[in-house]
């Protein structure tokens, strides 16, 4: 069973940078991508792709960090540089691996940008 560690939130200024990294472990897959969502708080409030990477390496990212988020792999470490922080990227953010039918979600890390 595949399982994923995020590590890197935290309290940082509006403007600041962050590195966010999830560590997959028990993964056999040989094709498979790895999703960074996030989710705010409160009601309404909707999980939201930040950015994505295959196996193969190819990128995508959502409209909402799209220009400041950067999506990296290196072996079973997703990372995510974040970058000119705002208070409104304030959320929770998970880590997810897909392989065909296949989805396994990490438990998330809490970043919060705030003066």
């Known amino acids: 069973q595949v399982q994923l560690v995020e590590s890197g939130g935290g309290l940082v200024q509006p403007g600041e940078s962050l590195r966010l990294t999830c560590t997959i472990s028990?993964?056999?897959?040989?094709?498979?991508?790895v999703d960074w969502y996030r989710q705010a708080t409160g009601p309404g409030a909707q999980r939201e792709l930040v950015?994505?990477?295959?196996?193969?390496?190819a990128t995508d990212y959502g409209d909402a960090m799209k220009g400041r988020s950067t999506i990296s792999r290196v072996k079973n470490v997703v990372q995510l540089q974040m970058n000119s922080l705002k208070p409104e990227d304030t959320a929770v953010y998970y880590c997810?691996?897909?392989?065909?039918?296949?989805?396994?979600w990490g438990q998330g890390t809490q970043v919060t940008v705030s003066s």
């Open positions: 997810k691996f897909g392989s065909g039918v296949i989805e396994y």
């Open positions: 028990g993964n056999s897959e040989r094709i498979y991508y």
């Open positions: 950015a994505g990477i295959t196996s193969g390496g």
